[in-house]
């Protein structure tokens, strides 16, 4: 079977996870090729016979000002932009299909590789936690337009074959059929103490992840004078930020980075918490701008993640003890969300039904 397989460019949830799907899935003889589609193709640092990656964008997602604000007008010029050019990556997605004789499309989680589908008569499969008509549809008490794109969005989705439903999901369109799934992402390959041993964390100091995406710490003005001398902040990557201040491992594995941490700070997104749930690792929490998934991942995150909300005024200002606190007491209380952890598989099981 070969596959087309588009994936968001929006933050790197999508594309990470993806990864894990992808390396269960060209394991799998039934498999002879999958075309990988993404602005965010990068993130696939590996390669493998089986797989094409082409760098093209086939969603708009929402553009941020910065880590922790959107861009209402950048993004609707981008839409408008990609509604006009819908039928011309139309024509020529159709004839690429045709040409490398794809049997399947993939989707995470954009709405046209399913109209796209449609044009080339194959079926489709979304994969998500939620849909961009969702997303758009909250913008519309700033813009109608959002609320008339929201309507058009809605209507291709619903015109896939199935739809797989992540954990943390918001509301969804009508589909024609669909199926709840485990968790999807990358899992730390070492155990708790392996992992610090590895960063050389001590164990008399609290080691704090910072986890901003793209964006950093930009807007964030830190006194870091008022960081406790027991308390590290750890950034991998992390823009907006002076290095001379922190604990800046390098090379090794992400997810491990995430087990080795006494916390994660974060704004939540489905990637980051895929992650702490893999390496059970508390999360200490903030606000990531007017998103329309950010509600249902608090909803999740304080009924059964260890986690604590913080303000932006704290994290400026080193005072993470009151957040601490607050997991600490909570522990007993609370237990990692209970669902099935290798949704991967069960992904797989469905993509494989289509051979």
Not at 284 to 291: A, E, H, K, S, V
Request: glycine share 8%.
């Amino acid at each position: 079977m070969i596959i087309y397989y588009y994936v968001s460019g929006h933050g790197f949830g999508h594309i990470s996870r993806t990864s894990v799907i992808l390396k269960k899935l060209l394991e799998r003889p039934e498999i002879s090729k999958i075309h990988l589609v993404s602005t965010r193709i990068g993130f696939i640092d590996w390669h493998h016979p089986k797989l094409i990656k082409r760098e093209l964008g086939l969603d708009v997602g929402v553009y941020q000002k910065d880590s922790l604000s959107i861009d209402i007008q950048k993004t609707k010029d981008a839409l408008q932009i990609f509604e006009r050019s819908k039928n011309s990556f139309l024509t020529s997605e159709a004839l690429y299909c045709r040409q490398h004789q794809v049997d399947l499309i993939i989707t995470d989680a954009g709405s046209f590789p399913i109209v796209l589908a449609l044009e080339a008569e194959l079926p489709s499969i979304f994969i998500g936690n939620f849909t961009w008509d969702f997303v758009y549809e909250n913008y519309g008490k700033v813009d109608p337009y959002f609320f008339e794109i929201s309507e058009i969005l809605k209507a291709e989705y619903s015109f896939a074959t199935e739809a797989l439903f992540l954990p943390f999901t918001c509301p969804m369109p009508t589909f024609l059929e669909s199926s709840t799934v485990g968790m999807v992402g990358r899992k730390p390959h070492l155990a708790k103490a392996e992992a610090r041993e590895l960063y050389g964390f001590s164990k008399d100091i609290t080691y704090i992840l910072i986890s901003f995406g793209a964006y950093g710490l930009s807007g964030f003005e830190m006194r870091w004078d008022n960081l406790p001398k027991h308390i590290k902040l750890v950034a991998s990557g992390v823009p907006g930020i002076d290095l001379s201040k922190v604990v800046t491992p390098i090379g090794g594995y992400y997810p491990d980075l995430v087990r080795a941490s006494d916390y994660v700070l974060t704004k939540p997104g489905y990637g980051i918490m895929s992650e702490v749930f893999y390496a059970e690792t508390p999360v200490i929490y903030t606000d990531r701008g007017d998103f329309s998934e950010y509600p249902f991942l608090v909803d999740v995150l304080q009924k059964k993640f260890p986690s604590s909300y913080i303000t932006h005024h704290q994290i400026s200002n080193c005072s993470f003890e009151d957040s601490i606190s607050n997991i600490q007491m909570g522990l007993g209380s609370k237990k990692l969300l209970d669902i099935e952890p290798d949704g991967e598989d069960t992904i797989i099981k469905h993509i494989l039904e289509y051979t």
